[in-house]
């Protein structure tokens, strides 16, 4: 199935400064709100326990806050879960020395107190020390750098055996810029959405990462048969031939990734909608950034060699 009729002629190339500016400003900004007020660290990273806690009926957080104050459980983080009428919520207590079993068995005297035997159920209890959750939190970020470096060293090493070591740099350079630039854009939108960060979210950066690299790669395969084929053409028409060609696979490729994400954001619960809602964001990223990161950049190197040529 053809979505785009053959020896279409899209100008991709054409809007390539006005893309690069734009990125770099989104990832510029994405950069400041990342150091300046930091990510919204889930229990994996920051440490401490997280309690899942369900009610009969709807309670306010203030009501529980108080509770557990009671309780000397003091300086909880209490939001709610799930769904609009779950009545569910999410209790996290930073630091607390007390053991999984004892602390379940402070937190259900303390609301039994508080609300009523029979009125709530503890249905989980997550604890993470304040050392392995930054251990953590250095191993995911390491996970994702190198992941996103060991692509572009594949693409470098794939197309250099092919055009040589400077060509197959270019490649590989726009490979990792690409894909540095999804990363990016998908944590921002997780700022943005006040997602939790945590391993989930960096199982879902590293799909991402897979994901777009596919992407590139097969648009970086054509630009390398063309170059073959279609000698007496720039550059620029050649990745302009390339990415024309590669559209529709690209469109319904993505569209039926799109759909599952969709069903699965939407239908999947609260737990797994932080990891749709990044996958989403970094899929049509990977597309976009293909198309107008790592093809500019290719470009840009190729004038670049040509005007030192001269």
């Known amino acids: 199935m053809e979505l785009i009729k053959p020896g279409t002629k899209i100008q991709f190339t054409r809007y390539r400064k006005i893309a690069v500016l734009l990125s ?16 919204n660290l889930g229990v994996d990273f920051a440490g401490g326990t997280m309690v899942q806690l369900k009610f009969q ?3 306010a957080i203030p009501d529980i806050r108080a509770v557990l104050d009671k309780a000397n459980l003091s300086g909880a983080v209490i939001q709610d879960f799930g769904e609009a009428k779950s009545n569910e919520y999410l209790v996290r207590l930073e630091k607390t020395s007390v053991e999984l079993g004892a602390l379940g068995e402070q937190i259900k005297k303390g609301l039994t107190a508080g609300f009523g035997a029979g009125k709530f159920e503890v249905r989980r209890i997550e604890s993470v020390g304040p050392k392995v959750g930054e251990d953590l939190r250095f191993r995911g970020a390491m996970s994702v750098i190198a992941a996103t470096i060991m692509m572009g060293v594949y693409i470098w090493a794939r197309f250099a055996s092919a055009f040589g070591a ?12 690409a894909l540095a630039h999804d990363v990016l854009i998908t944590i921002g939108a997780l700022l943005l959405a006040n997602y939790e960060f945590d391993l989930t979210i960096v199982a879902a950066l590293l799909t991402v990462v897979g994901y777009s690299v596919n992407d590139t790669v097969i648009v970086c395969d054509r630009i390398r048969e063309n170059m073959r084929k279609v000698k007496r053409e720039t550059m620029e028409s050649i990745i302009n031939m390339s990415i ?29 909608r932080p990891f749709a809602f990044a996958l989403l964001v970094g899929f049509f990223s990977g597309v976009y950034s293909t198309i107008y990161i790592a093809s500019p950049v290719i470009l840009f190197w190729d004038k670049g060699v040509a005007s030192r040529n001269k």
């Not at 950069?31 to 930091?38: N, P, S, T």
């Not at 400077?166 to 810029?177: C, D, H, T």
């Not at 990734?257 to 797994?272: P, S, T």
């Open 244 to 272: 024309n060609e590669t559209l529709s696979r690209t469109i319904i490729t993505v569209s039926t990734a799109i759909m599952v994400l969709v069903a699965l954001f939407l239908l999947g619960g609260a737990v797994i």
């Open 166 to 177: 400077r060509i197959g740099l270019s490649f590989g350079l726009g490979a990792v810029i």
């Open 57 to 59: 009926q709807k309670v």
């Open 24 to 39: 770099t400003a989104v990832n510029v900004a994405v950069l400041a709100f990342l150091f300046i007020k930091g990510p």
